[in-house]
Nanobody, 120 residues
Framework: QVQLVESGGGLVQAGGSLRLSCAASGRIFGMGWFRQAPGKEREFVGA???????YYADSVKGRFTISRDIAKNTMYLQMNSLKPEDTAVYLC?????????????????WGQGTQVTVPS
């Protein structure tokens, strides 16, 4: 059983930056970030695959950057130019098989979530 531990959330003013981290306890095929705002469905943010591919949702493209430290088995989400609409609980996810990286159902493991708040 793989465990994912997230860190790095918080409150930041619009236009600011935050970096989230997600450390995995075991080897996994791919990792992703999702977010969920109150009253809304879980939303794909970005993902990375074992081969090194990185993908983003259109809503964050150009502002968010995913990176991965293979040696530390850790994925990062650098979030710049944050907007109030980015406010959500951000969840790290891991998957042990191939599949659509943008579907939450593809993922087998989930972190506890970390709150990101950007006041309007």
């Amino acid at each position: 059983q793989v465990q994912l531990v997230e860190s790095g959330g918080g409150l930041v003013q619009a236009g600011g930056s935050l970096r989230l981290s997600c450390a995995a306890s075991g080897r996994i095929f791919g990792m992703g970030w999702f977010r969920q705002a109150p009253g809304k469905e879980r939303e794909f943010v970005g993902a990375t695959t074992w081969s090194g591919g990185i993908y983003y949702a259109d809503s964050v493209k150009g502002r968010f950057t995913i990176s991965r430290d293979i040696a530390k088995n850790t994925m990062y989400l650098q979030m710049n130019s944050l907007k109030p609409e980015d406010t959500a609980v951000y969840l790290c996810a891991g998957r042990s098989r191939s599949g659509p990286y943008y579907y939450s159902e593809t993922y087998d493991y989930w972190g506890q979530g970390t709150q990101v708040t950007v006041p309007s």
